[in-house]
Each structure stands twice: as C-alpha cells, then as structure tokens.
C-alpha cells in the first residue's frame, strides 16, 4: 500500500495594490467624502451641480489618500509598536517608506492641482492644501509630543465639509462656519473614545494621547461631556441661522442627547465597553446629523416650490 504525502498550497501573495489602497485608509475616506459630498449639496440647495460634486469628492478623495499615506509613512516606526497597526504594508516590510513617501506626495499634489484646474473657484483647491499641511505636518508630528494634538488634528478634520461649501459658494458663510465648528466638536469625543480603546498600544507607541496620560479616565470623560453639551449648541446654528428648520431640530437635539448619554455613561463606568458605546454614537450621529440637514432643505424646497 503507497502513502501519499500531503503538502499544504502555497499562500496566495497578496497584491502590491492592495498594500497601495491600504496606506489610503479607506473606510475613513469613506467618511470624509461623505462630509465633503454633505457640503457641496448644503451649498447648493435646490440646485446641486452634478458634474461639480463629482469633481470635488474626487479631487478631495486624492487629497485624503496622500495623506493618509504620508501619515502612514510619517508613524511607519510607531505603527510597528502598535498592535492595531503593526501589519500595515510599511511596518510589515510589505512596502518600502520610499514608496510610500512618494505615493502619497503625488497624490497630495494631483488632489489639489485637480482641484484647481477642474471647479471653476479656486478656493476647494486652497482649503484642500491647507487641509493637506495641517493633517500631515502639523497633526501627525504632534502626537508624539502632547496630548493637545487632538484639539489641533480637528482642524484639519474639520474643513473638508468647507472644501466642498467653497466649491459651489466660493466664499465662507455662516452656514459654512457652522459646519465647521460641528466637525470640530464631534472630533473630540469621537477620537478620544478611540484613544481609550487602544491606550495601551498608543502608549507603547509613545503617542501621547489624552487616555495615556489620563489612566483614570476621569479627564477624558469630563472633555467627552464638555464637547458633547458645546456640539449640541453648535448643531442649532443652522437653524438660527434659517438654513434649517423644525425637523433638523428636532433631529439635531435627539442625536445630541444621544451623544451626550453614551459621554455621560462613559463618565460613569470608564470601560472599554462604554468607550465603544461613545465611538457607536459618533459614528451614527455625524451622518444623521448631516442627513437630516440635507432632508430638510429638500423638504423646505419642496414647500416652497408648490
């Protein structure tokens, strides 16, 4: 009787693009350009250009996936301390820095000259580079050295919504500022809850985020509190403003005390439980928020239109 020997198939080798879209951080493009996507048709009101929202999410999404990559390739050496991020393509070995650096400087610059060349205001193109510096090399660099680079990554964070309000408006309005000051508030708590859940692998990493130097957890509670009460207050200026009415207010307040609860619940019982309740209630309340803002409007306009 003949034995046969059995030998396992050989790995399939994972595709050098796949490594490529990684470095982009997809699933947070997914919703930056949603933000963007919200600003330009909050910009537009009854009369959204489709030709130029398509242009503006797609300059934008070369924009995020520079860099995205360029901070990938800034934190190559914490990546690989960090549990969560050490099988990234740079840490890994998959990807060489000098790619990387060289991917995501072409794609910043094509984002922002695309930009420029193809909406006929320059100011999406502006935003967008300023959005670029800021997230790369002023952001990124800062988390390694104080626990403020959060309030001073929300910055950059906040303007893509503003990128696509220039590119119908060309100008920044009271509606706009309001956008902005909503994503800047909802930052806060949105990444202090991810702070929390990892930690243990950002202090290993030497990143100095608020949960690291805050074990307790009792300040980074207080701060999720704080900016929630402050984010709600912000949510209504459009309707102070007249851009939006009875239903995104009354929407904008449920998803605000929502928020708010899972922060105070957080506050109460400082798990990583309660820190994945307040990342959920992010995640469900900048969208909302912003849909409700766009069903209104149409709402209104429909109102009007009769």
């Not at 984002?111 to 420029?116: E, N, Q, S, T």
């Not at 006929?120 to 050295?145: D, E, I, Q």
């Not at 990892?198 to 307790?216: I, T």
């Not at 307040?278 to 849909?291: D, H, I, K, Q, T």
Request: charged letters at 15%.
């Amino acid at each position: 009787m003949s034995s046969r020997v059995l030998t396992e198939a050989p790995p399939l080798a994972r595709p050098r693009v796949v490594d490529y879209v990684d470095l982009t951080k997809p699933r947070i493009a997914l919703l930056v350009l949603f933000t963007v996507a919200a600003g330009v048709l909050l910009a537009a009101g009854s009369k959204p250009d489709l030709l130029l929202l398509l242009n503006t999410v797609g300059g934008t999404a070369l924009v995020a996936a520079g860099a995205s990559a360029l901070n990938q390739w800034l934190e190559r050496q914490s990546d690989a301390r960090m549990r969560r991020t050490e099988n990234r393509p740079l840490p890994s070995g998959r990807l060489q820095s000098v790619e990387a650096l060289v991917f995501g400087g072409l794609l910043g610059v094509a984002g922002v000259v695309y930009l420029a060349l193809m909406l006929p205001k320059p100011w999406a193109a502006v935003v967008a580079a300023v959005t670029f510096v800021g997230y790369v090399f002023v952001y990124t660099p800062l988390k390694s050295r104080t626990s403020l680079n959060t309030l001073v990554g929300a910055v950059p964070g906040a303007l893509p919504p503003i990128i696509g309000w220039v590119a119908v408006r060309g100008e920044i309005t009271g509606e706009a500022v309001a956008l902005f000051l909503i994503l800047f508030l909802w930052q806060v708590p949105h990444f202090l809850a991810i702070a929390w859940i990892y930690r243990e692998d950002y202090g290993r990493a030497g990143l100095k985020m608020l949960p690291v130097v805050d074990p307790s957890g009792l300040m980074t509670g207080q701060r999720m509190i704080i900016y929630c009460l402050v984010l709600i207050a912000a949510s209504l200026l459009p309707v102070q403003l007249g851009d939006a009415h009875l239903l995104y207010f009354g929407g904008a307040v449920a998803l605000g005390l929502l928020f708010l609860a899972s922060a105070v619940w957080f506050l109460w019982d400082r798990t990583l439980k309660s820190a994945r309740r307040v990342l959920r209630a992010s995640l469900a309340y900048l969208p909302g928020l912003l849909l409700l803002w766009l069903i209104d409007g149409a709402l209104t306009w429909l109102a009007t239109a009769r």
